[in-house]
């Protein structure tokens, strides 16, 4: 597929963008993350709201479990730019308007994102049509995953430098890959420079989620299979701690989404929970 080639980003990367804007309307303060730029580059009409995949009550669960995904990584972002980390690599970026929120934040990092060509051309081209243009510090990396291209080596060619620890991050993408795939992901990942880190989310086998997620799950898995993008993958907490050590990570640790549900929605007057059915994997080199 060449390069130029303008195409819609998929589903899944409009879907969580909505959601994390939904947040900011229909989920009573305080918030825990906050986007509105995600929406105006999804530019999705006046009627996004009335969408089945944005019914406020159905789809709690998962739209909080974005939202704590999202704070979790930032968080880890200002800590390890705050520990003298220079790059921040965000693999199937989709949506993602990290640079654009957080710009004295990204001023202390080369950011990059990766995505598949056409997906990386339309960004490009809205961020430039709703005037935040793309600054020095921003890559936007195109691999074409479907013809099997080398997304290390676009990497570097963007300027990453593999001999410098870097913090990668991949959330809501394991699901769609074999677990082949994702362990030769690991095994490039851990091959990279000491003192970097992962941070990548997975989905939880239907038997570890709890009870009153699991028509929640259902529900999520029946939407993905019928927009062309199922679910293929799930990973109990230990098989991807030892997925992570078998590739060469020192450090591989388990962060549950019940810890982020605990760090940022106790208490809360409106009950928003995040699911159940996502976890971290966070390792280091």
Do not use: C
């Not at 930032?74 to 390890?80: G, K, P, Q, S, T």
């Not at 997620?213 to 529900?219: F, Y």
């Amino acid at each position: 597929m060449p390069y130029e080639q303008i195409e819609e980003p998929d589903n899944t990367a409009v879907r969580t963008a909505l959601w994390r804007a939904l947040h900011l309307r229909a989920d009573s303060p305080p918030h825990v993350f906050e986007d509105e730029i995600g929406l105006r580059l999804a530019d999705p009409g006046d009627g996004w709201r009335d969408r089945p995949d944005m019914d406020p009550r159905a789809t709690a669960g998962f739209r909080a479990a974005v939202v704590a995904r999202a704070r979790f990584v930032e968080d880890l972002v200002a800590e390890r730019a705050d520990s003298g980390v220079t790059q921040y690599v965000v693999l199937g970026a989709g949506l993602d308007t990290f640079a654009q929120r957080r710009p004295q934040l990204a001023s202390r990092l080369d950011v990059f994102e990766i995505d598949q060509p056409g997906t990386q051309a339309w960004k490009r081209h809205r961020l430039i049509e709703l005037g935040y243009g793309v600054p020095a510090g921003l890559h936007l990396v195109p691999v074409d995953f479907e013809a099997d291209e080398d997304w290390l080596k676009n990497l570097t060619e963007a300027g990453f430098d593999p001999a410098r620890p870097a913090l990668v991050v991949s959330t809501g993408v394991s699901m769609y890959l074999t677990k082949d795939t994702t362990a030769a992901t690991l095994r490039r990942i851990a091959g990279l420079a000491s003192g970097t880190t992962l941070a990548m989310t997975f989905l939880l086998p239907a038997g570890l989620v709890a009870d009153t997620d699991r028509p929640g799950l259902r529900t999520s898995e029946d939407g993905a299979r019928a927009s062309g993008t199922p679910f293929i993958s799930f990973y109990t907490p230990e098989e991807m701690l030892a997925l992570a050590r078998t590739a060469g990570f020192e450090d591989a640790r388990h962060v549950p989404g019940t810890l982020l549900a605990e760090r940022w929605f106790t208490g809360r007057a409106d009950s928003l929970r995040p699911s159940s059915g996502e976890s971290f994997l966070l390792a280091t080199t």
